[in-house]
């Protein structure tokens, strides 16, 4: 793995002549804690320098933006690594305090002449309250950060952390799944005491969390049980604790809906939009569940849920692209296997050619998670076509098709209109039962015939 190099020895040493420069951040926790963890960008704190002195300081050896003057932060480009990928936070220490509900408004004050232990003592959990002074390499840790990774603990700086940034009981989550920690007994404590502040939150700032989560560990389920445990699921995302206790009777699933589709996200790839299909993929079944005889039937189940998910993806803020994609993995997630060359080549259509890969890995995450050992060989197969398939190149989509829109309207002289797209429509269901029909002067000769059956009212054609 290759290493993110940060600030030269020549920036150090500027620095140094007049202040003291710490490393901070994630960095520095995450080299306490593995190894082999991913290398993170440097973040620095300087004491000892006014602001406006080590902006000038600085400048001198690179790209200088104020864009979080207010609060301290400096943005900074070393010359020597002008590539514009690596921009280092350079701030001053400082005090924060909480103004208004859900840390939307709070006051910064910075000052040089704060200690760099007066700046930990702010910040959220003791693992992320420690920093290395890169004039002696000595780690300065006043809360015991350190400690607490060795007995791999997530703890609180102060007992009123929670109600500064509520933001932090998610966060608190997302990092003990990540790094396989528990909550420290008083922060878990606190945790469920505040755990009503999370609606004060943005749903921009709860996305950003639930992403980190799903991406970053390797077992995202734990934190969603933690989630559920200390009542912050039902806060954030309601219709999955649904989903807790609803057993699945017939011998298919050994977990309750809760527990298999959180299962599902640990099977799944760590790409986003598989990973929150798989969490969403049976979402409705609590509603949709009728018991029979032998069993249960959850019949419509992806229907429903492809609507639900829509709107869970839409209240935390999700992107259009994520939110469609999303939700078509949700409403397919019960394909069948046993297809037709020509079912084969619908499945791609409705899919897309990258698409119908991530539900192929969202079925065989979902066997998985079922406890059951199920078999995915029948996906694999289908795989398999699907790739035959895409190599021979047959039409999927109106863009395929040899004839576009404007050849049907210069042909027969017709207007633009939404009779155009009806034509195109027709001829690529022709197409994709037969491949070999992609002929334009076939296709034209088809396109007459369906206009022709129109005028005469075919009932086919109606």
């Given at each position: 793995?290759?290493?993110?190099?940060?600030?030269?020895?020549?920036?150090?040493?500027?620095?140094?002549?007049?202040?003291?420069?710490?490393?901070?951040?994630?960095?520095?926790?995450?080299?306490?804690?593995?190894?082999?963890?991913?290398?993170?960008?440097?973040?620095?704190?300087?004491t000892g320098i006014p602001l406006d002195e080590l902006c000038l300081l600085l400048s001198r050896f690179g790209k200088v933006d104020?864009?979080?003057?207010?609060?301290?932060?400096?943005?900074?480009?070393?010359?020597?690594?002008?590539?514009?990928?690596?921009?280092?936070?350079?701030?001053?220490?400082?005090?924060?305090?909480?103004?208004?509900?859900?840390?939307?408004?709070?006051?910064?004050?910075?000052?040089?002449?704060?200690?760099?232990?007066?700046?930990?003592?702010?910040?959220?959990?003791?693992?992320?309250?420690?920093?290395?002074?890169?004039?002696?390499?000595?780690?300065?840790?006043?809360?015991?950060?350190?400690?607490?990774?060795?007995?791999?603990?997530?703890?609180?700086?102060?007992?009123?952390?929670?109600?500064?940034?509520?933001?932090?009981?998610?966060?608190?989550?997302?990092?003990?799944?990540?790094?396989?920690?528990?909550?420290?007994?008083?922060?878990?404590?606190?945790?469920?005491?505040?755990?009503?502040?999370?609606?004060?939150?943005?749903?921009?700032?709860?996305?950003?969390?639930?992403?980190?989560?799903?991406?970053?560990?390797?077992?995202?389920?734990?934190?969603?049980?933690?989630?559920?445990?200390?009542?912050?699921?039902?806060?954030?995302?309601?219709?999955?604790?649904?989903?807790?206790?609803?057993?699945?009777?017939?011998?298919?699933?050994?977990?309750?809906?809760?527990?298999?589709?959180?299962?599902?996200?640990?099977?799944?790839?760590?790409?986003?939009?598989?990973?929150?299909?798989?969490?969403?993929?049976?979402?409705?079944?609590?509603?949709?569940?009728v018991l029979v005889e032998g069993g249960a039937t959850f019949y419509g189940h992806e229907k429903k849920g492809a609507q639900v998910?829509?709107?869970?993806?839409?209240?935390?803020?999700?992107?259009?692209?994520?939110?469609?994609?999303?939700?078509?993995?949700?409403?397919?997630?019960?394909?069948?296997?046993?297809?037709?060359?020509?079912?084969?080549?619908?499945?791609?259509?409705?899919?897309?050619?990258?698409?119908?890969?991530?539900?192929?890995?969202?079925?065989?995450?979902?066997?998985?998670?079922?406890?059951?050992?199920?078999?995915?060989?029948?996906?694999?197969?289908?795989?398999?076509?699907?790739?035959?398939?895409?190599?021979?190149?047959?039409?999927?989509?109106?863009?395929?098709?040899?004839?576009?829109?404007?050849?049907?309207?210069?042909?027969?002289?017709?207007?633009?209109?939404?009779?155009?797209?009806?034509?195109?429509?027709?001829?690529?269901?022709?197409?994709?039962?037969?491949?070999?029909?992609?002929?334009?002067?076939?296709?034209?000769k088809e396109a007459e015939f369906f206009l022709r059956n129109i005028s005469t009212g075919s009932p086919e054609q109606k």
């Amino acid at each position: 793995m290759e290493k993110i190099a940060g600030l030269s020895q020549k920036i150090i040493k500027a620095i140094l002549e007049k202040g003291k420069v710490y490393e901070v951040g994630g960095a520095v926790r995450d080299k306490y804690i593995s190894p082999i963890l991913p290398d993170k960008d440097k973040d620095y704190l300087v004491t000892g320098i006014p602001l406006d002195e080590l902006c000038l300081l600085l400048s001198r050896f690179g790209k200088v933006d104020l864009v979080g003057k207010s609060f301290g932060v400096i943005k900074f480009l070393p010359f020597d690594r002008f590539d514009g990928e690596h921009v280092f936070d350079i701030t001053l220490p400082r005090k924060e305090y909480s103004t208004g509900p859900g840390h939307k408004d709070f006051k910064v004050e910075y000052d040089h002449n704060l200690k760099v232990e007066d700046d930990l003592l702010r910040r959220d959990f003791t693992i992320n309250a420690m920093a290395e002074d890169l004039a002696t390499g000595a780690l300065v840790d006043p809360l015991n950060g350190r400690k607490d990774i060795k007995k791999r603990l997530i703890r609180i700086t102060h007992p009123h952390s929670f109600q500064d940034d509520p933001l932090r009981m998610l966060r608190g989550i997302q990092f003990a799944a990540r790094f396989e920690f528990e909550l420290e007994k008083e922060t878990e404590k606190s945790l469920q005491e505040n755990v009503d502040l999370i609606t004060t939150v943005s749903p921009e700032r709860i996305q950003e969390e639930l992403n980190k989560l799903l991406l970053k560990a390797k077992y995202p389920s734990a934190g969603f049980r933690l989630m559920q445990k200390v009542g912050l699921l039902e806060k954030i995302l309601p219709e999955l604790a649904a989903g807790v206790g609803v057993s699945q009777p017939g011998g298919y699933h050994a977990y309750d809906v809760f527990e298999h589709s959180i299962l599902t996200v640990d099977f799944a790839p760590r790409d986003l939009v598989i990973r929150l299909a798989a969490l969403f993929h049976d979402i409705s079944k609590p509603e949709t569940k009728v018991l029979v005889e032998g069993g249960a039937t959850f019949y419509g189940h992806e229907k429903k849920g492809a609507q639900v998910t829509q709107r869970i993806l839409k209240r935390l803020r999700y992107s259009n692209q994520i939110t469609e994609q999303v939700t078509l993995l949700v409403d397919k997630h019960m394909f069948t296997t046993a297809v037709t060359d020509k079912g084969v080549r619908r499945l791609i259509r409705k899919m897309g050619e990258e698409l119908v890969f991530s539900l192929l890995e969202l079925r065989r995450a979902d066997v998985a998670a079922q406890g059951r050992e199920g078999s995915t060989k029948d996906v694999d197969e289908l795989e398999e076509r699907i790739r035959l398939e895409l190599k021979k190149k047959p039409p999927f989509g109106l863009k395929d098709l040899k004839v576009n829109g404007h050849d049907i309207m210069n042909t027969f002289n017709i207007p633009p209109s939404p009779l155009v797209g009806q034509i195109l429509n027709y001829l690529l269901e022709m197409v994709l039962d037969d491949p070999e029909l992609n002929q334009k002067e076939r296709l034209l000769k088809e396109a007459e015939f369906f206009l022709r059956n129109i005028s005469t009212g075919s009932p086919e054609q109606k």
